[in-house]
């Protein structure tokens, strides 16, 4: 039921208030509304009416309010208000919390300033002060600036004139003790999305000051979160090309990293002057601790173009859909150059990602977790025969490579991509693929093929992941409409321990700074880095871990 509801003076209780048709009650109508018009000459805001937080339409028009409690705050779910010809000379900074608003009727007032925090209201599309007596600043902005461009001046001048406090500082949550052993290595390693510049604009992000999303703002603050924690091995999504050359590799190149990047494929069908804007993913690393033995690039459009034309010819969304998504992954293969054991050098693989954002296309998501999969096999089983001077494929054992698998993944923990991570399969018929007939060619997107049950396509990493049930990270990307953790860093079990990981900024700082989302001056991507320490295991205690799983 939607009906409006009206109340006068001298009507009893506003909770009381209920007018429910015969046929409401043969429907088992609630004694709730969505809309009220409180109309009778009111000169006190009812009390009561703040603890209605289901009202998203209140009408108070032609009354006689003098001013509005505080409280107002507490009604989040408003959409359209109207106070229009009351007696009210100001609005409470708190009008701020009604972030769901998208029609505001002051008019016929005695009103002369508004809050800074009106800035708040991002949603806003009406804005009506006519008949106020407006100060000449404020009548300005409001005659000739319209309604966004005026809520944008105010929200970009209360951030610098009442900065909210910096976040507290991120907690470490150890996890294990490091192994007593000298063969052992433990290393640091960051993920992250620092959300490019093409992406950080207001239409995408409202509710964050204007000079905050400027690049060269945001930079300082992405620089100044990777060197705090200084890790060892950093992976990041959505870097432009050419802040990759400018800005990323001479900044961390003072702090002794090297680095490799890749642009999504786009950017090969593109002039110079166009590519540069291209955002892709790189890998850096602190050369005192690892020495680069090979890079590759792993492009999904290009594989599953491949695909296609080898032995998928029968599923056409293979072309219709994933040939589409330009998305791509790096991977880099590091010789450890800080062993002391005596033996022969140690390699691992570290690969990042950035997956296709669509939740309508989460077929997609699921096929280029795939297609990842699929190339990280094949691309380190061919290191492998190389290094080895093996003769074919069945002489090597690729899971013998430690693999460190990260990125924006942009899927929840209930998805087939997750699902296909953690537990190693995913069934043919998963909700995901939507019923788009890839079950007909999925055994023929993994090379290794080790599927023991035929409903399922199963892969070998046998993969752990840090911030096990999102302890400490329950978010990492954190936006109005969007908060939800969807960046991941799985490593292979046989190989590593887990050490430690950084937790979240404590929530508490959001919700006692009135913290829509990110970016935010404080917070320069939407995304928040994960930082984990890993410990690479002795090879024998390889060996064992091997052993315990086969018997």
């Known amino acids: 039921m939607q009906r409006k509801r009206k109340w006068e003076p001298g009507r009893g209780n506003l909770k009381q208030v209920v007018f429910l048709t015969q046929e409401d009650k043969e429907q088992g109508a609630q004694a709730s509304w969505e809309q009220l018009e409180i109309v009778g000459n009111i000169h006190i805001f009812p009390p009561d009416l703040c603890n209605m937080t289901y009202l998203k339409y209140l009408f108070m028009g032609h009354n006689q309010l003098a001013s509005i409690p505080p409280e107002i705050s507490l009604l989040k779910n408003l959409v359209h208000l109207d106070l229009s010809y009351n007696q009210l000379k100001s609005l409470p900074p708190q009008i701020g919390a009604l972030t769901e608003l998208k029609e505001l009727h002051l008019q016929g007032n005695q009103i002369r300033n508004l809050p800074m925090q009106i800035g708040r209201l991002f949603q806003l599309n009406v804005l009506n002060l006519h008949n106020n007596p407006l100060n000449p600043e404020v009548a300005q902005l409001y005659n000739t600036e319209g309604v966004h461009r005026m809520l944008s001046w105010y929200l970009d ?29 433990a290393f640091t390693l960051m993920c992250y999305n620092v959300l490019c510049e093409g992406y950080a604009t207001r239409k995408q992000y409202p509710y964050c000051p204007s000079w905050a999303l400027l690049w060269d703002y945001r930079r300082r603050g992405i620089m100044t979160e990777i060197r705090v924690y200084q890790a060892d091995i950093i992976c990041l999504q959505e870097v432009e090309t050419e802040q990759f050359s400018v800005f990323f590799k001479p900044e961390l ?68 859909r994933v040939m589409l998504k330009d998305n791509i992954a790096v991977m880099a293969i590091f010789e450890v150059r800080d062993e002391i054991s005596g033996g022969p050098p140690r390699q691992m693989v570290v690969s990042t990602a950035h997956i296709h954002w669509d939740p309508e ?26 290094s080895q001077g093996a003769d074919q494929k069945g002489q090597v054992d690729v899971t013998n490579m430690p693999v460190i698998i990260c990125g924006d993944f942009n899927s929840l923990p209930d998805s087939g991509v997750f699902e296909y991570l953690t537990n190693g399969r995913v069934k043919k018929s998963h909700l995901d693929f939507k019923e788009l007939g890839y079950e007909r060619i999925l055994d023929r997107l993994t090379p290794h093929r080790s599927q023991h049950q035929p409903d399922y396509l199963e892969q070998d990493f046998n993969l752990s992941r840090c911030y096990q049930d999102d302890v400490g990270m329950p978010y990492t990307n954190y936006t109005y409409e969007f908060k939800g953790c969807i960046d991941y860093i799985f490593f292979t079990e046989r190989h590593f321990n887990n050490i430690g990981c950084l937790d979240m900024v404590p929530e508490a700082w959001f919700q006692e700074s009135a913290i829509l989302g990110c970016p935010h001056p404080h917070v320069p991507s939407d995304h928040f880095p994960l930082l984990v320490e890993l410990e690479l295991k002795p090879q024998h205690h390889q060996q064992q871990h091997r052993q315990q799983q086969q018997m």
């Open 253 to 320: 190149a003072k702090d002794g990293y090297d680095g490799i990047f890749s642009p999504k494929s786009r950017a090969k069908t593109m002039s110079a002057s166009e590519s540069r804007y291209v955002d892709g993913v790189a890998i850096f690393w602190k050369k005192e601790r690892f020495t680069l033995i090979k890079e590759d690039v792993i492009e999904f459009s290009r594989m599953a173009v491949e695909r296609y034309e080898t032995d998928c010819k029968e599923s056409q969304e293979m072309i219709n």
């Open 361 to 386: 296309f989460c077929d997609v998501k699921l096929i280029q977790t795939i297609l990842l999969l699929s190339a990280l096999w094949k691309k380190i089983e061919n290191h492998m025969i190389e």
């Open 157 to 185: 001048n209360e951030s610098l004139s009442m900065p909210p406090p910096p976040p507290p500082s991120r907690n470490w949550r150890y996890l294990r003790n490091p192994s007593d052993v000298n063969e052992s290595i």
